[in-house]
C-alpha cells in the first residue's frame, strides 16, 4: 500500500506536459500535424510552496524540470532524487538544505541548470566536503548560503561545462587563486552583495571564456592591474574604490561596459588605451575635475593615455572611439575641459548632472553624435556652444541651474529643453533685439517639450512660441504669471498638453479653445473662480481644477467639454450645488472619471456643512428653492402682521390719550 503522505504528495504536485498548470478553459483544436514521439515529449513537475520534508519518489523517470523550491527540504539524499536521471532544470530555491550526499548529481548527465539559492549550505561546506561532480551543469546558483571564504571551492572544482556562476548574497571577503580552477569553462560570475575586500594575482586570469563579472556592493577599495582582457562587462558598483588603473599594454581590451558609479574616486580611473568601451558609469564618486597632471597614487594619472600623446599620435589612438554612455553625474566637477571629448567621436549620452559646474562651453566641433545632454542641478551661469556643435542634440536638460539667457537656437535638431528652476525671461517682438535678459523661444524647428516651471516668470508675451511646434509646455510654479490674448499665437495644431500648476492666477486671459489639439491641462493650486471659456467644441481629455476657488462652472464650459473629456480632477473648491447641476448631470450621465470624486464637495448654503456631491440631485436642490420660497412668504407674512400689529398699538394709545384729557376753569 503506497504510503499516504506520498499520496498527498503526488495529488499536489502538478505534472504537466510543457505547462504550468491545468487550462481553464479547453485547449483550441490543434493543428493538423504528426503526433509527437515518445521521446521528444517534455514533462514538467511543479511542486512549490508545498511544505514538503523530502523529495516526492513517485514522479515519472523521464521527467526533464523539477521545481521544488520553497519547501522544508533538509537533506538530500541519492533516494530518491537520483532516479531522475533526465533531469534538465532543477529549482531547490528557498528551503533549508544542509546537507547534500557527494557525487549525489554525479549520474544525471543531462543535468544543465541547478538552483540551490537560499539555503543553508554553509554548514554542508564546513565539513569541506565535495558536492561534485557535476559534470553537466552549465548553470549554478549558490546565492544566499552563508557561504564564506574558502567555501566555494567545494562546489565549484569538477564542474567542467560550468558557465554562469551566482554567488551573491554570502559572506564571501577574498577571491582566492585558485577559487575557479575546477571550473574554466565560466562565462558569467555574479557576487554580488558580499564583503569581497581581497582579490588575489590570477583569481580570474585563467577564465578566458569570462565575459561578464558582477562585484558590485562589496568591499573593493582599488584595482591597480586591471588586466582581463576577454571581459566585457564588468560591474564595481557600491564598492569602496579610491583607485582603477588597468595594466599598461598594447592588446586590445574586449570591455564593453564598465560600472564605477557608487565609490569613492577622486580622479576618473585609467581606461585601456585600446579598447571597445561603450558604457561608463562613474557616477556617486568624489571626482573634482580632470586632472590630466596629477599622481595617482605615486603614479602618473591620465584619463587615457591618447590624451597626453603628441597630436601625430593622438588620431592614431581614439581611447573612446566606442563609447555611446558617460555618466559623471553626482560628483565634484567644477569643470569639463574640452580635450575630455576629443575622442568621443561616438557618444551619444552624457550626464554630468548634479555637480559643481558654472559654465558649460563648446568652442569646437565635439560630440557630434550626442542625443541626450543632462547639465541639471548644478550652478550654470553660462551655456555656450558653436554653430555646429552637438549637431545631433534631442534632449537638452538645464534644470535646477542659474541660467538667465540661453543661447540653444542653433540646435537644429532638438526636440526637449528642460528649463525647470532657472530665472529665465521670455523674449518679446519689443526685447528681441536685445537678448541678453530673456531667452527667445521662436522659430524653434524641432522643439517639441518644453519646461519653464519655476523659472519666476512674470508674462508671456504675444507670439511667445510662434512657429515652434510644442507639443508639451509647463509653466507650473511662476507666481502672478500674466498671460497676453495671443501668447499661444502659433500653437493652434501642435500644443497638447499644457500646464498651469501653482501660479496663483486668478484669471485665465489667453483663448485656449483655440488650442484645437489640446488634451491634458493642469489649472490645479491657483485662485481662478471661473473656467476659461470654450467657443467651441474641445478636445481636452484630462483636466485637473483642483484646489481652486470654483463656485461655478460655467455650463457653457461644460457643454463643450462634454464630448472629449474622460477625466476630470475638481477637489477641493467651494462649489455650490444646486448651482452646477449641468455638472452634475454631465459626472452622472458620461463617461467622465473623477478620480477625486471623494475629496469633491460643495455646500447648499453659504453656512452649511460640504457634502459629497455625489449625494447631491436635483430634488434636493428643488426641496431647498420650495423651502426657500416658503421661508420667504413665512417671513412676508410675519413682517405683515408685525407692522399691523405696531399701527393697531399706536393708534390705541392715541385714542386713549384723547379719552384721558381734562380742562380745568
Known sequence: MM??????????????????????????????????????????GFCSDLGLHS?????????????????QL????????????????????????????????????????LDLSRNQLNAFAAHRTQIGPLGAVESLDLSGNGLFTGMMEYFLNDSQLLVNLSLSGNSITKISGDAFRGSLSLRSIN???????????????????????????NSINCITDFNLYNL????????SLEMFLSAPSDELYQLVSLDLSQNKLPLLPLIPRKNKLEYLDLSYNQIQGVNVTGSYSGQIFFLCTCLYQPPSLTKHHNCFHHLKY???????????????????????????????????????????????????????????????????????????????????????????????????????????????????????????????????????????FRNTPLTHLDLSQNPGLDLHQDSFSGLENSLERLFFKENNMSAINSDLSSLRNLKY???????????????????????????????????????????????????????????????????????VVVPDIEAVTCVFLEDAEPVNIEKVTEEMCKDLENG?????????????????????????????RKRSRTYRA
Not at 523529495?55 to 519547501?71: A, C, E, K
Not at 463643450?560 to 454631465?586: D, H, W
Open 3 to 44: 504510503d499516504l503522505s506520498v499520496l498527498l504528495v503526488l495529488l499536489c504536485c502538478d505534472l504537466t506536459s510543457s505547462r504550468p498548470s491545468l487550462p481553464l478553459t479547453p485547449p483550441p483544436t490543434p493543428p493538423l500535424t504528426p503526433p509527437l514521439t515518445p521521446s521528444c515529449t517534455r514533462v514538467e
Open 55 to 71: 523529495v516526492p519518489q513517485d514522479l515519472p523517470r523521464g521527467i526533464h524540470t523539477l521545481d521544488l523550491s520553497r519547501n
Open 74 to 113: 533538509q537533506n538530500l539524499t541519492r533516494e530518491p532524487i537520483a532516479f531522475y536521471t533526465g533531469l534538465r532544470h532543477l529549482n531547490l530555491h528557498g528551503n533549508r538544505i544542509h546537507f547534500i550526499q557527494p557525487g549525489l548529481f554525479a549520474g544525471m548527465t543531462q543535468l544543465k541548470m
Open 191 to 217: 557576487l554580488h552583495n558580499n564583503v569581497i575586500m581581497e582579490i588575489e594575482d590570477g583569481a580570474f586570469d585563467l577564465l578566458d571564456h569570462l565575459s561578464d563579472l558582477d562585484l558590485s556592493k
Open 232 to 239: 566585457r562587462n564588468l560591474n564595481l558598483s557600491q564598492n
Open 326 to 464: 558617460l555618466d559623471l553625474s553626482f560628483n565634484n566637477f567644477q569643470s569639463l575641459p574640452e580635450s575630455l571629448f576629443h575622442t568621443m567621436l561616438s557618444l551619444e549620452v552624457l550626464n554630468v548632472s548634479n555637480n559643481c559646474l558654472t559654465s558649460f562651453s563648446l568652442t569646437r566641433d565635439l560630440l557630434p553624435k550626442v542625443r541626450i545632454l543632462n547639465l541639471g542641478e548644478n550652478s550654470l551661469q553660462t551655456f555656450q556652444i558653436t554653430q555646429t556643435s552637438l549637431p545631433s542634440l534631442e534632449e537638452l536638460y538645464l534644470n535646477g541651474n542659474g541660467l538667465t539667457t540661453l543661447g540653444f537656437q542653433t540646435l537644429k535638431s532638438l526636440r526637449l529643453l528642460h528649463l525647470q528652476q532657472n530665472e529665465i525671461n521670455i523674449c518679446s517682438q519689443k526685447t528681441l533685439e536685445d537678448s541678453k535678459f530673456c531667452v527667445s523661444f521662436e522659430s524653434v524647428p524641432s522643439l517639441e517639450y518644453l519646461d519653464l516651471s519655476e523659472n519666476k516668470l512674470w508674462r508671456i508675451p504675444s507670439g511667445a
Open 521 to 591: 491641462v493642469d489649472l490645479s493650486t491657483n485662485q481662478l473662480t471661473a473656467l476659461p471659456a470654450w467657443n467651441r467644441a474641445s478636445s481636452i481629455e484630462s483636466l485637473n481644477l483642483q484646489n481652486n476657488n470654483l463656485v461655478t462652472l460655467d455650463y457653457g464650459t461644460v457643454a463643450a467639454l462634454e464630448s472629449s473629456l474622460k477625466t476630470l480632477y475638481v477637489g477641493s473648491n467651494p462649489l455650490s450645488c444646486c448651482s452646477n447641476l449641468p455638472f452634475l448631470n454631465l459626472l452622472k450621465m458620461s463617461n
Open 628 to 656: 426657500s420660497v416658503n421661508v420667504i412668504v413665512v417671513v412676508v407674512v410675519a413682517l405683515v402682521l408685525i407692522i399691523a400689529l405696531v399701527l393697531l398699538v399706536k393708534c390705541c394709545r392715541s385714542r386713549k
